[in-house]
């Protein structure tokens, strides 16, 4: 699907017509989920050759970021599905010149379908602006999602850390769920994270490749989103830090738990051992044991010294082994 867009006083409208006859005209192109007639006509149209979706997918830095015959190519890394708890990464590419702005997609990532929504009263008049004000919209929504994770965090930290009151039930924490949420967060950090670098990478090339004929307002832009981008990133690993901690702290409070009950049993069984020993003691009859009239003068005390050797045996061999 091809939507084509022109500047107006206020912002962009959309073009309606022969997509083929818009194409020269449009400022921005956006292509989603593009076909073999679609390409064809856009690559007759504008003279230039759009990159596969194979391409797109590659991770060196030359297949992702290059310039060629006058055109800025950049792909980067968009977050989709961030509404719900598990967020994926999608490649869009962004074909910039300075007559227009392609961006070429196969999902529906936020910032591009906000500023869609945003275009008619954005301002923007040419290819450079929209590519500046889509760079700014992504970084804005990455934002967004670290306020998000911190908040969670926040929350998590909060029921990890609350100690149960002796007087007030039900306030005890499912810590298997806070390892579920911790996961998530983490997820989302990650994202979020890769997400930034890339979009770092992106917008310090696209200045460097279009710096020849980008305006000084729109380079001005593009280093302000670059120094968000970065401070981003810096909190984002603060932000990973403090997943790391409450993970290392839920794991330590579930390790008590357990030994807490183990405690319990064991104590259980030191208390039942006596009375045990005692049973197995005198519960013996003697009379009915082979050995004749020794055995049964003596077995008794021969069991006793029986049991003691072997108590003493094992205490020995946990010695040696280093066990007590």
Not at 78 to 88: R, V, W
Not at 106 to 133: H, L, M, N, V
Not at 249 to 273: D, H, P, Y
Request: a neutral charge; hydrophobic letters at 45%; glycine letters at 6%.
């Amino acid at each position: 699907m091809i939507t084509m867009w022109k500047p107006s006083e206020k912002g962009l409208v959309k073009q309606e017509g022969d997509p083929g006859a818009m194409c020269p005209l449009a400022v921005w192109i956006d292509i989603l989920d593009i076909t073999t007639m679609e390409e064809k006509l856009i690559e007759t149209s504008l003279g230039i050759d759009l990159p596969t979706r194979a391409e797109m997918q590659e991770i060196e830095a030359s297949s992702r970021l290059y310039r060629e015959n006058g055109t800025v190519f950049m792909t980067a890394t968009m977050l989709i599905k961030t509404e719900t708890g598990m967020p994926e990464t999608t490649a869009v590419t962004f074909i910039l010149s300075k007559e227009r702005l392609i961006t070429l997609r196969y999902d529906e990532p936020w910032s591009i379908k906000t500023f869609a929504i945003r275009a008619p009263r954005s301002g923007c008049q040419s290819a450079e602006q929209i590519c500046c004000a889509l760079f700014e919209t992504t970084v804005e929504r990455l934002a967004d999602l670290l306020e998000i994770v911190a908040h969670e965090l926040e929350q998590i930290s909060q029921k990890v850390f609350r100690r149960k009151s002796l007087t007030d039930e039900g306030t005890d924490v499912n810590l298997q769920k806070v390892l579920f949420n911790l996961g998530r967060c983490g997820n989302l950090l990650g994202k979020v994270r890769e997400s930034l670098v890339d979009k770092q990478r992106a917008m310090t090339f696209c200045a460097q490749a279009a710096g020849d004929w980008m305006t000084a307002d729109s380079k001005t832009r593009l280093t302000a989103a670059m120094r968000d981008a970065t401070s981003l990133s810096d909190h984002a690993t603060f932000t990973s830090g403090k997943v790391s901690f409450l993970l290392d702290a839920t794991l330590g409070l579930i390790n008590i738990e357990q030994n807490r009950i183990i405690k319990i049993f064991s104590i259980a069984a030191v208390i039942f051992l006596p009375p045990t020993l005692v049973a197995s003691i005198y519960g013996q009859n003697y009379d009915l044991w082979p050995g004749g009239e020794w055995f049964k003068a003596y077995g008794f005390w021969f069991t006793l010294g029986l049991m003691i050797g072997t108590v003493a045996l094992t205490m020995w061999y946990f010695k040696r082994q280093r066990w007590m």
